[in-house]
């Protein structure tokens, strides 16, 4: 069997991308103590989890992911508990991961599946077909051809990792792994990990962009990309809708980063106690802060907060409303 390339064209969409995020690499670069920070990791690692799984039809809320995470009880179902959990291990493996190791990618699949798949770790023994909801967008290789196409895709990176831009070379390989579909399940996953798992080691700062909630929230369009291509024979399509999620993206994290810097010691102790989208009342504010005085609590932690777009009111045209509530952005 001739070896499976990768097949696409640069095109002066990509090429503007390209040149757009590395200028904004550079200035979250120049504030990377700040996107560095603890709380701040932690926090877009949970995004990144949370969007990818919701991606695959898991039903927990990023609430309910960060309570998973912090080791409290949550209802739900058990299989789908247990993918957050393996999903927080595999992405804690980020920095040990060789992009190119055919072993490393089913290491960290084994680890992504632990639990919830029989075929853990291993390569697909079965035909399979990749769906968006229950339409198939395409039927995958036959199984006896996936370790040969995953080694070519793997060896085609190694040989070119320093011709092609780590952007456009990190899109080739994710839509060439979905095509492959080299796991009876946990592929889409894998595929997200390790499209980061590639940028993370041109410039360190991607291990903490929550790619995945840009995606997630445009994935129709990223099926339908990939569809595209399957259609055109290459991957033009979905290489440049990937670029155009991290460039959006990167507005975000360079959002965050500006307001970060401008956060008060009082304020970030604030949000620390605030989980997203969750509603509180100025009492429950005070209590997780251990504050008795309402006039402290709106003087140096709410009202510098919500000026910053941290933290917003449920009822903003009546901000002494009884009903007043207060919501982590």
Request: charged letters at 25%; proline letters at 4%.
């Amino acid at each position: 069997m001739d070896k499976h390339l990768p097949s696409y064209s640069i095109t002066e969409k990509m090429l503007r991308l390209v040149s757009e995020i590395s200028e904004k690499v550079g200035k979250i670069s120049g504030h990377n103590e700040r996107i560095s920070e603890v709380h701040l990791r932690r926090n877009n690692r949970i995004r990144s989890i949370h969007a990818s799984l919701k991606i695959e039809a898991n039903s927990l809320s990023l609430s309910d992911v960060r309570d998973v995470l912090n080791g409290h009880l949550v209802m739900g179902n058990r299989k789908e508990i247990q993918e957050v959990k393996n999903a927080y291990a595999a992405y804690d493996m980020i920095p040990e991961i060789d992009p190119f190791s055919i072993d490393d990618l089913k290491k960290l699949h084994g680890i992504m599946t632990y639990g919830t798949v029989d075929e853990s770790g291993e390569f697909r023994k079965g035909n399979e077909g990749v769906f968006s909801g229950d339409r198939c967008i395409f039927i995958a290789p036959p199984p006896e051809l996936v370790p040969r196409l995953v080694e070519d895709l793997l060896e085609w990176m190694n040989q070119n990792s320093e011709i092609v831009h780590p952007l456009i070379m990190s899109a080739v390989f994710h839509y060439e792994f979905v095509f492959i579909h080299p796991f009876s399940d946990g592929n889409g996953r894998m595929a997200r990990l390790w499209h980061t798992v590639i940028l993370s080691r041109w410039k360190k700062e991607f291990e903490y962009i929550p790619l995945e909630s840009q995606i997630e929230k445009y994935q129709q369009e990223y099926y339908g990309s990939i569809e595209k291509c399957h259609v055109n024979g290459n991957s033009n399509v979905f290489i440049e809708f990937m670029l155009e999620m991290i460039n959006q993206i990167f507005d975000d994290v360079i959002e965050q980063s500006v307001n970060n810097a401008s956060v008060s010691q009082y304020v970030k102790k604030m949000i620390s106690h605030m989980e997203y989208g969750v509603p509180y009342t100025a009492n429950e504010i005070m209590e997780k802060l251990g504050l008795k005085s309402k006039e402290t609590l709106r003087k140096n932690y709410l009202d510098p907060a919500i000026g910053l777009g941290i933290v917003e009111m449920t009822i903003p045209e009546k901000p002494n409303s009884r009903n007043q509530r207060y919501v982590k952005k």
